[in-house]
């Protein structure tokens, strides 16, 4: 079985692999047993552990989760299109709640938080301790302030990017393509090492190359 | 009644999230676990929705013999033999050793992980054409790219091992990583954070209503 299950990954690993020379029915069929394992398995996952885990075993000390309940079967008349509206109630449940879940935790992370971090003494590592930090920490600092304030800068598009403005929003232009270079080099990097761990499963799991 | 009533969910469910946040104290901390659980058992609810509405795509093309019809076939049945494999293995499902347990190691993670493995070449093809260093921006992107890519190989600092420590590539790698990077990415932070709050704001007043679809 072991066996079996081996050369079954590798078949698959392959079949996807195969996309890169052009899109074929090897592709396609694998990609066909991705898209019905991925829909089976996060149907399966949710039904367990959300509705049976936090509805089924506990309905009966908290009364109040068939309210959930209830509203989860009317999501499912969105199925039967005479009755299809009433599946906005549990929508709207959803969206209300994030919204403000999102309000409050977005701007306590994103905001404020960031802000704070943000505030930094420029001259010394820690607050009230003089100018002795090293040069890394104060360079490291300034691009950190001067780099966020310029960004926010760029970002507000109620004035004209002209004079000082203009001149604080072309820095942020500069960062912002920084920080986009950085996070498309560590996007790929990501990518390659799970490359080199599909390859490294054919070599060595499958073919027994590496040992 | 097929507006007003969605908005006024909208609107109290989004004030009592806000509410429970300031004051975490009964009644509104109760509030706050009902409605988190209400919301896990309606996001259970709703991947059932998302797969039924896969099954009768796929059902409608395999019936009405449309261009790879095959494939929707491959689909439906995937999904029904993990679908069924995980019903009848009940709660502990993933428990190594179970049947779709097996499904999972052997079919689903070689299919997940070679599936976004492969964006590495289409994200390095399209670097291809946005990395032309065509002007001053473009030069940054790719430098800070080049710097970040090679900083994380260990080439990169056997191509720089005659430098002082701190300068060899994978320090610099560190360091536009935690610097220049870092304060791009909290500008776009907090911008993105202004955007949620100011949304979530429009939401929660029935400003915003496109969650609610058209007609009546």
Known sequence: MEHFALWLAAFLTLGIISFLYKDNAWYKLTESIFIGLSAGYWMVSLFWDNFYGKFWVNKSESPYLYVGAVLGLLMLLRLVPRIGWISRWPLSFIVGATSGLWLINYFSSNIMKQIEATILPLFSAQFGSGFDAGAAAIIGNLVIVTGTFSGLVYFFFSKEHKGAFGRTAKLGIWIIMITFGASFGYTVMSRMSLFIGRIDFLLSDWLGMIL | ?216
């Open chain 2, 1 to 216: 009644m097929r507006r007003e009533i969605p908005l006024l969910i909208t609107g109290i469910v989004g004030v009592g999230f806000v509410i429970q946040y300031f004051i975490p104290h009964a009644p509104f901390s109760y509030m706050s676990d009902w409605f988190s659980d209400w919301f896990s058992i309606i996001g259970a609810c709703a991947i059932v929705l998302g797969a039924l509405n896969l099954m009768k795509i796929s059902i409608q093309k395999v019936i009405s013999r449309k261009k790879d019809w095959g494939y929707a076939a491959v689909i439906i049945a995937s999904f029904l033999l993990i679908v069924i494999i995980g019903m009848v293995e009940g709660k502990d499902f993933r428990v190594p050793g179970t049947n779709f347990d097996w499904l999972y190691r052997y079919m689903y993670i070689p299919l997940s992980a070679t599936m976004f493995a492969i964006l590495a070449f289409f994200v390095a093809s399209a670097s291809y054409r946005a990395f032309r260093a065509r002007n001053f921006e473009a030069t940054l992107l790719l430098i800070a790219a080049f710097f970040v890519m090679m900083g994380r190989v260990p080439v990169g600092d056997i191509i720089t091992g005659f430098m002082p420590e701190g300068w060899r590539l994978s320090n610099l790698a560190s360091w536009v990583m935690n610097y220049p990077q870092a304060a791009g990415q909290r500008a776009i932070m907090i911008g993105i954070g202004l955007g949620i709050v100011s949304t979530s704001l429009r939401v929660i007043l029935g400003i915003e209503r496109s969650h609610i679809g058209g007609g009546e």
